[in-house]
C-alpha cells in the first residue's frame, strides 16, 4: 500500500493550489454576494484541461487518472466552492455518460467541445417528484416520426442557466418503474427547450441552479444515449462517479475551513494569549484535522477504484467517501466559525460562506440517507 501521490499527482495539487490562491480564493467573497457565474475562472480552466480532466486526448481531453481529478476538484473548491462544484458537474454529470454511454459520433460531437470548456454541460434527473427517487420522474420523451419528443420540467439542475447541452433522464415506458427511463442529450437553443426559475441558495451562490423545461421539444432519434430503457442504469453509474467528485467538493471547503481557524487562533489574543495556546481551540483543530485527513483517504481511494472501471468496486466507496466527507466538511466549518467567535458570524471573514457551501455537499448527488442506503446495501450483501 502506497500513501504517497504519484509526481505528476503531486504536480497537479501544486500547480491548483497555486491556481486557486491566485484567481480563485481572492474572488470568491464577491461572486459569492453577487451570484454572478465564475466565467473568467471556467475560461481559465478550460484552457488548463480542467474541463475534460479524465477524457481522452482523442476527444480533447487531458487524460489524466481519477486520482488526479479528485485532487483538481479538491483544490479548486479550497479556493471558491462554487467553481468546484461547476468544475464537477460539468465533468463527473454530463462528460461521463457521453463518454461512458455514447456513441462514437455523440463523443465527437459533444465530448470535443465539452473538454476544452468552449461548451458546458450539466445533468437533470431531479424533478419535483423526483428528488432521491429518481422512478418517480415524469418528464417523458415519446419517439414520434424519427424524432424524440420531451415534455416536462427538471428542477435544481446545476450549470442549468449556462449550459450549451444537457443530459436528461425522461420515461420511454410508461409504468415500468425505473426500467421506463431513457438518457438522452439536448442542445442549448433546440426549440421547445427553456430554462426556467433561478434558484436562490443558501450557498455555492456562483453556481447556476435551475428549471429545465421541455415543452414539445424535439429532438434527433440519434440523440438517445445508450439504449431504450437503460436510462436509470446510466443515472446510477453516473452519480457514482459524481459522488467523488462532491466527496472532493467537500475535502476542499474543510481544509479551507481548517486553514482559516488555525490561522486566526495563532493572531486572535485574548486573555494576553493567542487563542491557539488554549486546549479548547486545540482540541478544535485536532478533530478538524483529523476528520479532514480521513474524508481524504476515503476520497482518493474511492478515486483511485473507479479508475479501475468497475463500478461494483467503488459504488460502496464512492457513497462512503462522499457521506463522510460532506459531514466533515459541515463538522469542519462549523468549527472554524467557532473558532473565530463572533468575527466568524460576518461576512467580514469567509468561514461563514464556507459554512453554507459545506451544507449543500450532504445533499446533493444524493441525501446522506441516500448514501447511507447505498452503503449498507453494499456491506449487507458482502455477506
Ligand atoms: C444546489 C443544488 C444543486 C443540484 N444539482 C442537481 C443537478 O445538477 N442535477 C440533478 O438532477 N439534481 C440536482 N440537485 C438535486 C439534488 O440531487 C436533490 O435535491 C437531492 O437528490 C434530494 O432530493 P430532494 O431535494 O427531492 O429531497 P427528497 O428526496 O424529497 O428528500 C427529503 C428528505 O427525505 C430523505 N429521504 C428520501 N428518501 C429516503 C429514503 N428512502 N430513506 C431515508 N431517507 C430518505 C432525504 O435524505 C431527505 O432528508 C441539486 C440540488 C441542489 C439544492
Redesign the pocket.
Same mark, same amino acid.
Given at each position: 500500500m502506497d500513501f504517497n501521490l504519484t509526481d505528476e499527482q503531486q504536480m497537479v495539487k501544486e500547480n491548483c493550489r497555486r491556481f486557486a490562491e491566485k484567481y480563485l480564493k481572492p474572488k470568491a467573497a464577491e461572486y459569492d454576494k453577487t451570484h454572478e457565474f465564475p466565467w473568467e475562472n471556467i475560461k481559465m480552466l478550460g484552457e488548463m484541461g480542467m474541463m475534460g480532466v479524465v477524457y481522452p486526448e482523442k476527444y480533447n481531453g487531458s487524460e489524466m487518472d481519477y486520482v488526479s481529478y479528485a485532487i483538481i476538484v479538491e483544490e479548486l473548491s479550497r479556493g471558491c466552492a462554487s467553481t468546484g462544484v461547476i468544475v464537477s +458537474?460539468h465533468n463527473s454529470?454530463c462528460l461521463s455518460p457521453i463518454y461512458y454511454f455514447g456513441t462514437e459520433e455523440q463523443k465527437n460531437k459533444y465530448l470535443s467541445k465539452l473538454t476544452t470548456g468552449e461548451w458546458i454541460g450539466?445533468?437533470?434527473? $431531479?424533478e419535483s417528484g +423526483? @428528488? /432521491?427517487?429518481a422512478a418517480g420522474t415524469t418528464t417523458t420523451a415519446e419517439l414520434k416520426n424519427g424524432k424524440w419528443v420531451l415534455n416536462g420540467t427538471?428542477?435544481?439542475? $446545476?450549470? @442549468?442557466g449556462v449550459a450549451h447541452v444537457a443530459v436528461v433522464t425522461a420515461v420511454t415506458e410508461k409504468g415500468a418503474g425505473h426500467k421506463g427511463l431513457s438518457f438522452f442529450i439536448i442542445e442549448k437553443g433546440t426549440p421547445g427547450f427553456s430554462v426556467g426559475k433561478t434558484?436562490e441558495?443558501l450557498g455555492?451562490n456562483a453556481?447556476s441552479?435551475t428549471e429545465l423545461i421541455f415543452d414539445n421539444c424535439e429532438i434527433p432519434e440519434e440523440n438517445i444515449l445508450g439504449k431504450p430503457g437503460e436510462g436509470f442504469k446510466i443515472a446510477m453509474h453516473t452519480l457514482d462517479g459524481g459522488r467523488i467528485g462532491i466527496a472532493a467538493q467537500a475535502l476542499g471547503i474543510a481544509q479551507a475551513a481548517l486553514d482559516e481557524a488555525v490561522i486566526y487562533s495563532k493572531e486572535r489574543i485574548q486573555f494576553k494569549k493567542p487563542i491557539s495556546s488554549f486546549q479548547a481551540i486545540q482540541w478544535m483543530i485536532a478533530d478538524m484535522a483529523t476528520e479532514i485527513e480521513a474524508a481524504r483517504l476515503l476520497t482518493y481511494k474511492g478515486a483511485a477504484l473507479m479508475g479501475t472501471g468497475e463500478r461494483r468496486k467503488y459504488s460502496k466507496n464512492a457513497a462512503m467517501a462522499k457521506l463522510f466527507a460532506s459531514e466533515a466538511s459541515h463538522h469542519a466549518a462549523h468549527k472554524a466559525i467557532q473558532i473565530f467567535g463572533g468575527y466568524g458570524y460576518t461576512r467580514e471573514y469567509p468561514v461563514e460562506r464556507l459554512y453554507r457551501d459545506a451544507r449543500?455537499t450532504e445533499?446533493?448527488? @444524493? $441525501? /446522506?440517507?441516500?448514501m447511507r442506503?447505498v452503503i449498507s446495501n453494499n456491506v449487507i450483501n458482502e455477506y
Amino acid at each position: 500500500m502506497d500513501f504517497n501521490l504519484t509526481d505528476e499527482q503531486q504536480m497537479v495539487k501544486e500547480n491548483c493550489r497555486r491556481f486557486a490562491e491566485k484567481y480563485l480564493k481572492p474572488k470568491a467573497a464577491e461572486y459569492d454576494k453577487t451570484h454572478e457565474f465564475p466565467w473568467e475562472n471556467i475560461k481559465m480552466l478550460g484552457e488548463m484541461g480542467m474541463m475534460g480532466v479524465v477524457y481522452p486526448e482523442k476527444y480533447n481531453g487531458s487524460e489524466m487518472d481519477y486520482v488526479s481529478y479528485a485532487i483538481i476538484v479538491e483544490e479548486l473548491s479550497r479556493g471558491c466552492a462554487s467553481t468546484g462544484v461547476i468544475v464537477s +458537474a460539468h465533468n463527473s454529470l454530463c462528460l461521463s455518460p457521453i463518454y461512458y454511454f455514447g456513441t462514437e459520433e455523440q463523443k465527437n460531437k459533444y465530448l470535443s467541445k465539452l473538454t476544452t470548456g468552449e461548451w458546458i454541460g450539466c445533468f437533470g434527473i $431531479t424533478e419535483s417528484g +423526483a @428528488g /432521491s427517487d429518481a422512478a418517480g420522474t415524469t418528464t417523458t420523451a415519446e419517439l414520434k416520426n424519427g424524432k424524440w419528443v420531451l415534455n416536462g420540467t427538471k428542477n435544481f439542475i $446545476t450549470n @442549468g442557466g449556462v449550459a450549451h447541452v444537457a443530459v436528461v433522464t425522461a420515461v420511454t415506458e410508461k409504468g415500468a418503474g425505473h426500467k421506463g427511463l431513457s438518457f438522452f442529450i439536448i442542445e442549448k437553443g433546440t426549440p421547445g427547450f427553456s430554462v426556467g426559475k433561478t434558484e436562490e441558495k443558501l450557498g455555492i451562490n456562483a453556481s447556476s441552479t435551475t428549471e429545465l423545461i421541455f415543452d414539445n421539444c424535439e429532438i434527433p432519434e440519434e440523440n438517445i444515449l445508450g439504449k431504450p430503457g437503460e436510462g436509470f442504469k446510466i443515472a446510477m453509474h453516473t452519480l457514482d462517479g459524481g459522488r467523488i467528485g462532491i466527496a472532493a467538493q467537500a475535502l476542499g471547503i474543510a481544509q479551507a475551513a481548517l486553514d482559516e481557524a488555525v490561522i486566526y487562533s495563532k493572531e486572535r489574543i485574548q486573555f494576553k494569549k493567542p487563542i491557539s495556546s488554549f486546549q479548547a481551540i486545540q482540541w478544535m483543530i485536532a478533530d478538524m484535522a483529523t476528520e479532514i485527513e480521513a474524508a481524504r483517504l476515503l476520497t482518493y481511494k474511492g478515486a483511485a477504484l473507479m479508475g479501475t472501471g468497475e463500478r461494483r468496486k467503488y459504488s460502496k466507496n464512492a457513497a462512503m467517501a462522499k457521506l463522510f466527507a460532506s459531514e466533515a466538511s459541515h463538522h469542519a466549518a462549523h468549527k472554524a466559525i467557532q473558532i473565530f467567535g463572533g468575527y466568524g458570524y460576518t461576512r467580514e471573514y469567509p468561514v461563514e460562506r464556507l459554512y453554507r457551501d459545506a451544507r449543500i455537499t450532504e445533499i446533493y448527488e @444524493g $441525501t /446522506s440517507e441516500i448514501m447511507r442506503l447505498v452503503i449498507s446495501n453494499n456491506v449487507i450483501n458482502e455477506y
